[in-house]
């Protein structure tokens, strides 16, 4: 892969609620590599999940925030080892205080398990175990993760 592709691995949620949606990662068990109050990070492997009060994100991308809560517009996809493991991440999850929407399943639209929830905001997420080595999704989120 050339080297000049940008470095696309930190995902910034706006929070309404800083405080509590901080407290929920802390609870998931992700490690927690900065917080100065108003701008928290977690480090995944893979990726950096930053958390900025929505308000302030809207400011500093000049943009007005966005109302509604409701409904699911993306995912964080979160690719795991073993089909276990997808059901021991939805229940980490779980205790922290995600809403599941899915249990782990078989996958429909790919031969592996998966399982949807989100955070306390609405946030959702993919627990994903794919069966599937030589999908090119699959290698280049993995090369991606330096794995």
Known sequence: MPNDLPLANLITLGARDFDALRDFYRRVGWPQVMDDGEFAVFELRGIVLALFPLAKLAHD???????????IRF???????????????????????????????????????????????????????????????????RRAAGL
């Open 61 to 71: 991308g000049n943009a007005a925030p966005e109302p509604s809560t409701g409904g």
């Open 75 to 141: 995912t964080i996809g979160i690719q795991v080892e073993s089909p276990e493991a997808v059901d021991v991440l939805t229940d980490r999850m779980r205790a922290a205080g995600a809403r599941v929407t899915k249990e782990p399943v078989d996958a429909e639209f790919f031969t592996g398990r998966s399982a949807y929830l989100c955070d306390p905001e609405g946030n959702y997420f993919e627990i994903v175990w794919a069966d599937m080595p030589d999908n090119p999704v699959v290698i280049a989120a």
